[in-house]
T-cell receptor
Framework: GAGVSQSPSNKVTEKGKDVELRCDPISGHTALYWYRQSLGQGLEFLIYFQGNSAPDKSGLPSDRFSAERTGGSVSTLTIQRTQQEDSAVYLC???????????FGPGTRLTVL | RKEVEQDPGPFNVPEGATVAFNCTYSNSASQSFFWYRQDCRKEPKLLMS???SGNEDGRFTAQLNRASQYISLLIRDSKLSDSATYLC??????????FGAGTTVTVRA
């Protein structure tokens, strides 16, 4: 079956611009996660959605970052007024239930010039 | 201190050899663990889940030592295709995973 999909695969933007990253989880997966990974680093948790519960936003690095998940499926991560330190690969993952293994999408490689 | 730490390696091994490496975790409440493999410029792929003392899947064996708070991954009969970065993750609450920075393994012909 189809895995997690993300778009765009690559995004180059200028400092100060807003960007929107999209994630389409595996059908039927109720849990959705956003991470970012900088070069040579581990995965940094950003935000978690589970069903209709309030999201866990504890990993968002600043108020320039926000995310939403519409209809319990597709999610959008928005970064406002991008900075160079926002350059990273943004990975989305989904799982069938809390605590289960997470399956990752191919990521969006964001470059802020 | 990071919640999950890994030896970055690299572990360079010949084809057919056995390679093993550990992942230590600081949160004693961690309930389950996962090993992922990540190829260069690709997303992590789930390799193995560990919910009790260990798990085995073909040439891959994971062992959990709760007393010493580490989890190991052993790869037997290494293949060239096993060359990758292996990420360890621990689940500390109902859903959040903490990832290590990864261990690089290179299998040479």
């Amino acid at each position: 079956g189809a895995g997690v999909s993300q778009s765009p695969s690559n995004k180059v933007t200028e400092k100060g611009k807003d960007v929107e990253l999209r994630c389409d989880p595996i059908s039927g997966h109720t849990a959705l996660y956003w991470y970012r990974q900088s070069l040579g680093q581990g995965l940094e948790f950003l935000i978690y959605f589970q069903g209709n519960s309030a999201p866990d936003k504890s990993g968002l690095p600043s108020d320039r970052f926000s995310a939403e998940r519409t209809g319990g499926s597709v999610s959008t991560l928005t970064i406002q007024r991008t900075q160079q330190e926002d350059s990273a690969v943004y990975l989305c993952a989904s799982s069938s239930r809390q605590g289960a293994g997470q399956f990752f999408g191919p990521g969006t490689r964001l470059t802020v010039l | 201190r990071k919640e999950v730490e890994q030896d970055p390696g690299p572990f360079n091994v010949p084809e057919g050899a056995t390679v093993a490496f550990n992942c230590t975790y600081s949160n004693s409440a961690s309930q389950s663990f996962f090993w992922y493999r990540q190829d260069c410029r690709k997303e992590p792929k789930l390799l193995m889940s560990v919910y009790s003392s260990g798990n085995e899947d073909g040439r891959f064996t994971a062992q959990l030592n709760r007393a010493s708070q580490y989890i190991s991954l052993l790869i037997r009969d290494s293949k060239l295709s096993d060359s990758a970065t292996y990420l360890c993750a621990g689940r500390s609450n109902d859903y959040k995973l903490s990832f290590g920075a990864g261990t690089t393994v290179t299998v040479r012909a």
